[in-house]
């Protein structure tokens, strides 16, 4: 009788853990390559999560607390903005480039446009302190948050020390960030097999088209190489940007910037480093009609890309199924609740 009680015991006991398993922190999708990120060296926790989510919508980090995160970079546009080409600032100070998304940021080992910043956890420092973003110095930020009541509590909870610092600030801010994986479009669907999905013929014929023009460079499943490429737009005359050789003062890298994913990219127009195309069409008659020779062009770009205005249609059609409603629609990426 005794055995059967055990027994009994324990599979309501393993039927407990498996409805109560916890969810996971981050999603690290099986087909994916492994993550860049060392997360050993600032791992993952809920509360730190939360604070770090707090901190990307609160306002608190500028100078004029007019301006958070979230200012330039909404969680419903795959975490940027859409209504200018460059970012603006405190006291609507112009940017002079367009804000990126921020999605599966654990898998990118170099931040911005130019590669400035090599590691996610002190990427938010660049913004906050920007004259042109942000404003303020990441001491005084700390000051503003140390004199919170809300703030002690967070930081208490997060790393069991109420008193803020620049280091926990950016590493909270960095764990948020890094939950921000976005793997559930209609494309990762069809790669996953699942029952019911598949492309219909214009999508698949994007595919195609996509594998053979694209792929290179917005390579699967990421859908960027993470590497710095001229991609043949001529140089603004006004804002002069050099580009990745801004950084490295290598003329070998001039008018190179980050090749940026493709995921969620219907809605997160405009789009190239300065905001310059408002729509697909016409990014996809800069690549058809319009790329600028220059030296350090990328090679698959030395001549224009042959496209019909079908296939620009079927590639289209194809990009929008890399459009993740879950990930965009997620309530734990959104604006925290008081």
């Given at each position: ?49 939360a ?66 910043v ?13 004259p ?7 001491a ?88 710095f ?38 809605l ?11 729509s ?14 220059s ?5 698959q770009?030395t ?16 990009l ?10 997620n ?8």
């Amino acid at each position: 009788m005794m055995r059967y009680l055990f027994i009994s015991f324990c599979l309501i006991a393993v039927l407990v853990a498996f409805r109560f398993k916890p969810e996971p922190l981050i999603t690290i999708p099986h087909n994916w390559p492994k993550p860049s990120y060392n997360f050993k060296k600032n791992p993952l926790n809920k509360n730190t999560i939360a604070l770090g989510r707090q901190l990307f919508y609160d306002p608190v980090l500028s100078r004029n607390d007019q301006i958070s995160c979230a200012s330039c970079h909404l969680n419903a546009t795959s975490f940027t903005h859409i209504d200018h080409a460059l970012s603006h600032g405190i006291e609507d100070r112009i940017g002079t480039r367009n804000s990126p998304v921020l999605i599966n940021l654990a898998w990118s080992t170099s931040f911005m446009w130019d590669g400035s910043v090599n590691h996610l956890d002190v990427q938010a420092l660049a913004p906050i302190e920007n004259p042109l973003e942000m404003d303020l110095k990441i001491a005084d930020a700390v000051n503003k948050l140390k004199s919170s009541k809300k703030y002690r509590a967070l930081f208490y909870d997060a790393f069991r020390d109420s008193t803020a610092t620049g280091e926990h600030t950016l590493k909270a801010l960095s764990q948020f960030m890094l939950t921000l994986v976005s793997n559930n479009a209609k494309y990762d669907k069809v790669m996953r097999k699942e029952k019911g999905v598949s492309f219909n013929e214009n999508e698949q014929k994007g595919y195609e088209l996509f594998k053979i023009n694209c792929a290179s460079c917005h390579t699967e499943p990421l859908f960027t190489s993470g590497k710095f490429e001229n991609n043949g737009l001529e140089p603004d005359s006004l804002l002069k940007d050099m580009g990745r050789m801004g950084i490295t003062k290598k003329s070998a890298d001039s008018l190179k910037f980050k090749v940026p994913t493709l995921r969620n990219c219907e809605l997160s127009y405009p789009y190239m480093h300065d905001g310059r195309y408002k729509s697909l069409q016409m990014v996809l008659f800069h690549y058809s009609s319009g790329i600028h020779q220059s030296k350090t062009l990328a090679k698959q770009l030395t001549e224009n890309i042959p496209l019909t205005e079908q296939d620009k249609r079927d590639l289209i059609a194809f990009l929008k199924t890399l459009t993740d409603r879950d990930f965009l629609k997620n309530p734990k990426f959104a604006y925290p609740k008081p």
